[in-house]
């Protein structure tokens, strides 16, 4: 059964940082590559960052130069490093593979606010 956890969210000002985790089970995890993807209120889902298993990463313009994706196949889990937030940052943040193919976690609530 496969699960995906998504943790390190919180409250935090405008031009702060914060770093997320997703940890999986369930899954090859070393042989998958691996996206973080949001929703904010009212939006639909969209995707923001994907790791491949060599490494390679790619980011959605709107964050690109903030966030770093980056992940620990020891530890089977992928991070989301996010700096310089806005207040358009928040929204709920989850992990999955890149074609979304897993059960959706509970996601981790970001909240950028002064």
């Known amino acids: 059964q496969v699960q995906l956890v998504e943790s390190g969210g919180g409250l935090v000002q405008p031009g702060g940082s914060l770093r997320l985790s997703c940890a999986a089970s369930g899954i090859s995890f070393s042989l998958t590559a691996m996206g973080w993807y949001r929703q904010a209120p009212g939006k639909e889902r969209e995707w923001v960052a994907r790791?491949?298993?060599?490494?390679?990463?790619n980011y959605a313009d709107s964050v690109k130069g903030r966030f770093t994706i980056s992940r620990d196949n020891a530890k089977n889990t992928v991070y989301l490093q996010i700096d310089s937030l806005k207040p358009e940052d928040t929204a709920v943040y989850y992990c999955?593979?890149?074609?979304?193919?897993?059960?959706w976690g509970r996601g981790t609530q970001v909240t950028v606010s002064s």
């Open positions: 790791i491949t298993t060599l490494h390679n990463t």
């Open positions: 999955n593979g890149l074609r979304a193919q897993y059960d």
